[in-house]
């Protein structure tokens, strides 16, 4: 096997990892945005990421510094994109859409970066690879409309979803050009990207709170407090690490599939911590997003 084929499957095997986390904080985040307000929670989020990640990058971002800076108004777009605005719209979205919404929403997003790697990158999509983003959302369908084709009609449409999307664009945006990240070490353009985070959520609330928004929050902290820890371990610092990982190696084309299986990983948290029963219909979606991820993935 030569280096090349062991980082490609070394990085679709960490493409793996950033959904299963995801998949928890789009639960957790819908419960804890009806008690903290959303741009609170992500500056939060980035914040204790940003604090706990220190003593590991702070010897590569001393380091390193010169290189970011002279690439700063690219790495601040990094931050704008892949932190702020992803999490942040999801978020915004979650206060007034459903879990539902959010994951048919999310379906969209390998089409999203194959129409942006095409028109920004040029990059060529196979026919296979468009057949694959259609069979994994077809897949994401199933499982988010419980098996009933007819509650499409059914579906009403909220600023939330609006929400939902534009933070699909953005995650997208960072994604594809995650190709002409600086050439410094991982750890010190994660702090960097972590920081970016908190700081660029901030001034967005603090412009909110001019508005007339709110930074109350309607219950002790202690009962929203590993919600947080999760968001800012699992799925700030492990995905963000995973992610860039897979994309660097196998593409953004190829790593767009992987958020599909996010409700594919929702079925599995309710299996194992709810002890849900796994209904046909689930199967039958979770079947179908794997076959689109390995049709795409192996076909030329």
Same mark, same amino acid.
Request: aromatic share 14%.
């Given at each position: 096997?030569?280096?090349?084929?062991?980082?490609?499957?070394?990085?679709?095997?960490?493409?793996?990892?950033?959904?299963?986390?995801?998949?928890?904080?789009?639960?957790?985040?819908?419960?804890?945005?009806?008690?903290?307000?959303?741009?609170?929670?992500?500056?939060?989020?980035?914040?204790?990421?940003?604090?706990?990640?220190?003593?590991?990058?702070?010897?590569?971002?001393?380091?390193?510094?010169?290189?970011?800076?002279?690439?700063?108004?690219?790495?601040?777009?990094?931050?704008?994109?892949?932190?702020?605005?992803?999490?942040?719209?999801?978020?915004?979205?979650?206060?007034?859409?459903?879990?539902?919404?959010?994951?048919? /929403?999310?379906?969209?997003?390998?089409?999203?970066?194959?129409?942006?790697?095409?028109?920004?990158?040029?990059?060529?999509?196979?026919?296979?690879?468009?057949? @694959?983003?259609?069979?994994?959302?077809?897949?994401?369908?199933? /499982?988010?409309?419980?098996?009933?084709?007819?509650?499409?009609?059914?579906?009403?449409?909220?600023?939330?979803?609006?929400?939902?999307?534009?933070?699909?664009?953005?995650?997208?945006?960072?994604?594809?050009?995650?190709?002409?990240?600086?050439?410094?070490?991982?750890?010190?353009?994660?702090?960097?990207?972590?920081?970016?985070?908190?700081?660029?959520?901030?001034?967005?609330?603090?412009?909110?709170?001019?508005?007339?928004?709110?930074?109350?929050?309607d219950v002790p902290w202690s009962?929203?407090?590993?919600?947080?820890?999760?968001?800012?371990?699992?799925?700030?610092i492990a995905a963000t690490f995973?992610?860039?990982?897979?994309?660097?190696?196998? @593409?953004?084309?190829?790593?767009?599939?992987?958020?599909?299986? /996010?409700?594919?990983?929702?079925?599995?948290?309710?299996?194992?911590?709810? @002890?849900?029963?796994?209904?046909?219909?689930?199967?039958?979606?979770?079947?179908?997003?794997?076959?689109?991820?390995?049709?795409?993935l192996i076909k030329k």
């Amino acid at each position: 096997m030569t280096l090349q084929n062991k980082n490609l499957r070394l990085a679709l095997w960490a493409l793996v990892l950033p959904p299963l986390f995801w998949s928890g904080n789009t639960v957790l985040g819908k419960l804890t945005v009806t008690h903290v307000p959303p741009l609170l929670l992500n500056a939060l989020r980035w914040a204790l990421a940003a604090m706990l990640f220190a003593p590991f990058a702070w010897g590569h971002l001393k380091r390193d510094w010169p290189i970011l800076w002279a690439q700063r108004w690219r790495v601040l777009g990094f931050g704008l994109t892949g932190a702020m605005g992803y999490n942040s719209f999801l978020y915004l979205g979650l206060r007034s859409t459903s879990i539902v919404n959010a994951a048919l /929403i999310n379906a969209t997003t390998p089409a999203v970066l194959g129409v942006l790697s095409a028109v920004l990158l040029h990059e060529r999509i196979t026919r296979w690879q468009w057949l @694959g983003a259609l069979l994994s959302m077809l897949g994401v369908l199933q /499982i988010a409309l419980r098996g009933d084709w007819g509650a499409l009609s059914h579906l009403a449409l909220h600023m939330g979803d609006v929400y939902v999307f534009a933070g699909v664009v953005s995650y997208s945006l960072y994604t594809v050009f995650l190709r002409f990240i600086p050439k410094a070490h991982p750890f010190a353009f994660m702090q960097v990207f972590f920081i970016l985070g908190a700081v660029c959520t901030s001034v967005w609330l603090g412009l909110n709170v001019l508005a007339g928004g709110s930074t109350a929050v309607d219950v002790p902290w202690s009962e929203v407090f590993w919600q947080i820890v999760y968001m800012s371990v699992f799925a700030s610092i492990a995905a963000t690490f995973f992610w860039n990982y897979g994309v660097k190696n196998a @593409g953004a084309i190829r790593a767009g599939y992987f958020i599909n299986l /996010i409700p594919v990983f929702s079925i599995v948290w309710a299996l194992v911590l709810v @002890g849900e029963h796994v209904q046909v219909y689930q199967w039958f979606g979770m079947a179908t997003v794997c076959l689109g991820l390995v049709l795409a993935l192996i076909k030329k």
